[in-house]
């Protein structure tokens, strides 16, 4: 009875009922769109950080990554990777050998990072094979293709087709030092990477530096790179002595961090944008409230339980917050899915900012994470009982015969 | 009093060619150190062993010098890089790559590298003839036997030193030992000069060793051997064109 009373009530004045509805419901959808749109730019951010370089896990020689020291170097690495591979949660295995020297072309010479890889496999690992600007994507028939950086070309002068000469120190102390010819130049929009790297063909690099068969870390990509660290601790175990793995979080210590205080300024951002909305019910149900003072007497009157009033008023607030939260959901997640598939293009007016080794690219765009939708609902509910509490207790402690004779 | 003063001053001034010598010009004693293997011009076989905590190895290398801003080295052993040459120019430094036929220029942000694989970088082909440009000297002590000199940039130059010490032997006016420092002011490499022998009628170290202070089993020992001076190379010898001509 108490429920179709509530429906009723709410129907009586349709049109506040559906103001405050709407109120509700645009406060929640879009929050759900503006989270989803957060966690887009740093889903690109760490996607770019990653993706563009790293990988999500790395396993390499321990300390290799804090100096890169040449000779921390590891061999027998095709089981280790094959074992990786099946597992359910790895995306990609690609080993890597690195260089630094000198690149050279015609007149000009600049020092440069060379990434030894097998095209295959670093293809699922990096997105380099995507963001080309010219030629093609490395090829493991073309043993001296060269894939370079934007920045680097640009510097060199070089274009697809063209010679390159790197000039390294071998590991065996020989001058090592052979030609290149461009395949390909990709732009990631970080200049880390754009300015100084090239990648070449894994056996060509270890034949140059004189490191037969033998690599300096395997990159790992995996469907979750927010579970990094979950995955590393058991692979750390069963790793050959001397080895580690290192997530993400630790390569890229800031990125961690950004992502820390995002999902603090997340909350933040969800409790002012509902104590927002919440005074907004608050003063609906309120003014609903007081307009039935009379009627809520004669209810009384009649021999209804104050208990019993206060659990109709809260019952009308409920009934308009699942509205509202569905409602709202359903056009929260419509703009996120819109924003992820289509996106607003914004390089016109903004070119890619690097920050914390990550890349914000000139685009908006969304990405859908169960936490961004799952947050704002259930906030929404709670505040909509929250703020019917005080009007449903003062509706309970009308004094019928007092609550009657009020105009 | 005051003539006290002045006999002082009289005594001072007197004794002063005597503590000294005669009048040292430090910046000559220097120069004439850095340019000791060169002369006017110069050609030798240096032998050059280096060796780091990953591996050793020995290159016989031919050299030739002009004045103080020309020279080149060309690799005669190991075969796999016979032919590998480094030409200087003023402040420039080309390698000569025959395995692939090109020139490779070192960029400015690479000249801090090392050079040929030893404990020598880039720099210090190009900015050792430069010393009496780029320092200041003081004598920082005498005794019977030797010099120590204090060598410290002056504030414009552009050099990685924090402080050079050069020791420098009286009779043969031959240095000992180089200390460098960095420019914390700590000692992070020292070169050892010796087996003096007399050499196309100059007396000559002819082993110097290479020691970087923070790896204690690295080293880099050079050996000059045939050493001949004032030969007649024309300029033109230490050019691009004859790089990769020969």
């Known amino acids: 009875m108490l429920v179709s009373l509530a429906f009723r009530n709410l129907w009586r004045n349709s049109r506040r009922t559906l103001l405050t509805l709407s109120a509700m419901v645009v406060s929640s959808s879009l929050l759900i769109l503006a989270l989803g749109v957060f966690s887009g730019m740093f889903a690109d951010m760490l996607a770019s950080a990653t993706e563009q370089y790293y990988g999500h896990l790395v396993i390499s020689a321990r300390g290799y990554q804090d100096d890169r020291d040449m000779f921390a170097d590891f061999s027998d690495y095709a089981a280790l990777a094959g074992n990786l591979r099946k597992r359910p949660e790895v995306r990609g295995v690609s080993p890597r050998l690195r260089a630094f020297g000198l690149v050279a072309h015609a007149d000009s010479t600049y020092p440069a990072e060379l990434l030894g890889v097998q095209p295959a496999q670093e293809q699922q690992v990096t997105s380099f094979s995507r963001q080309l600007v010219a030629g093609r994507y490395l090829d493991e028939t073309e043993t001296a293709g060269a894939l370079i950086g934007a920045g680097l070309a640009k510097k060199l002068g070089v274009q697809p087709g063209d010679e390159l000469v790197f000039l390294t120190q071998a590991a065996d102390g020989s001058i090592g030092n052979d030609l290149l010819t461009v395949t390909g130049i990709f732009e990631t929009g970080s200049g880390n990477r754009d300015n100084a790297l090239v990648l070449v063909n894994l056996p060509w690099l270890q034949k140059l530096t004189v490191l037969p068969d033998r690599i300096h870390e395997l990159a790992i990509t995996i469907l979750e790179p927010m579970r990094a660290g979950e995955l590393a601790a058991p692979l750390q175990t069963n790793l050959p002595a001397g080895l580690e793995v290192l997530t993400w979080g630790q390569l890229l210590p800031e990125m961690q961090e950004v992502i820390a205080s995002y999902n603090v300024s997340r909350l933040i951002l969800v409790a002012i944008l509902y104590a927002a909305t919440g005074l907004g019910i608050l003063n609906t149900i309120f003014m609903s409230v007081m307009e039935r003072t009379r009627e809520f007497g004669i209810l009384m009157a009649m021999g209804m339980k104050p208990r019993s009033v206060q659990n109709l008023v809260l019952l009308e607030t409920l009934a308009m917050g699942v509205v509202s939260m569905t409602l709202g959901v359903a056009a929260g997640l419509a703009m996120t899915l819109y924003m992820e598939r289509v996106g607003v293009d914004l390089s016109p007016y903004l070119s890619a900012v690097t920050y914390a080794g990550g890349t914000i690219l000139p685009r908006l765009s969304a990405a859908f994470e169960a936490d961004n939708v799952t947050i704002p609902a259930f906030a929404l509910l709670l505040v909509s009982l929250a703020a019917g509490y005080f009007p449903a207790r003062r509706a309970a402690r009308l004094q019928p015969i007092e609550a009657i004779r009020e105009e | ?246």
Not at chain 2, 124 to 132: A, C, E, H, P
Not at chain 2, 141 to 148: A, C, D, L, Y
Request: with cysteine.
């Open chain 2, 1 to 246: 009093m005051n003539r006290l003063v002045t006999l002082w001053l009289c005594i001072w001034v007197a004794c002063c060619p005597l503590a000294f010598g005669e009048t040292l010009d430090l910046r000559e004693l220097i120069r004439e150190v850095e340019i000791q293997y060169r002369g006017h011009s110069s050609h030798a076989l240096v032998h050059m062993e280096v060796a780091t905590e990953n591996w050793q190895r020995s290159l016989e290398m031919e050299s030739w010098s002009l004045e103080r801003d020309r020279f080149l080295t060309r690799i005669l052993e190991p075969p796999k890089e016979r032919g590998v040459s480094t030409l200087k120019v003023d402040d420039e430094v080309w390698n000569y790559l025959p395995k692939v036929d090109r020139v490779i220029k070192i960029p400015p942000s690479m000249m801090g590298g090392s050079w040929m694989g030893s404990h020598i970088t880039n720099d210090d082909l190009v900015k050792g003839s430069q010393i009496d440009r780029d320092y200041t000297f003081a004598l920082a002590e005498e005794t019977n036997s030797i010099w120590r000199i204090e060598c410290l940039p002056r504030p414009e130059a552009a050099v990685v030193w924090g402080k050079l010490v050069y020791e420098i032997e009286k009779t043969t006016r031959l240095p000992l030992r180089v200390d460098y420092y960095d420019e914390d002011m700590v000692r992070v490499r020292e070169i050892v000069f010796d087996e003096v022998q007399t050499v196309s009628g100059r007396k000559l170290p002819l082993r110097m060793t290479v020691l970087p202070l923070d790896k204690p089993a690295e080293r880099t020992i050079m050996r000059y051997r045939d050493l001949e001076f004032d030969l007649p190379l024309p300029p033109d010898f230490f050019s691009l064109r004859f790089l990769k001509a020969r």
